[in-house]
């Protein structure tokens, strides 16, 4: 009886070693964070004077229905580039700061 026994823990400590062990490591790296300094993170400021600005130009253009579409369209895109405007100017004026982040890896 004590042989199939010895067999059988052979053969455990057999596949066991025959198995990779599952290592694991830490990876850390530093990333740039970025804070911008700003109460209005959405730039609806920008975007609501773009909005008007375009608005107000696209009247200008046209008569009839294509004045209203003028209109539309302008405010459209006025907001656009009144929030493009707002967030590069976000961007130079942001700090950045350097966090080391780390997490888990398995081999």
């Known amino acids: ?22 290592a694991r490591h830490q990876v850390c790296e530093d990333v740039q964070v970025k804070q911008i300094n700003s109460k209005d993170d959405n730039r609806l400021i920008g975007t609501g004077v773009g909005a008007v600005a375009g608005g107000l130009l696209g ?8 004045k209203t579409l003028a209109t539309v369209g302008g405010a ?6 009144g929030n493009q405007v707002q967030k590069n100017h976000q961007d130079k004026n942001a700090t950045y700061t350097t966090e080391r982040r780390c997490h888990w890896v398995d081999d």
């Open 59 to 66: 009247h200008q253009v046209g008569g009839g229905k294509g």
């Open 1 to 22: 009886m004590k042989k199939p026994l010895i067999a059988l823990a052979t053969l455990a400590v057999a596949l066991g070693a025959a198995a990779p062990a599952m």
């Open 76 to 81: 459209v895109a006025g907001g656009y580039v």
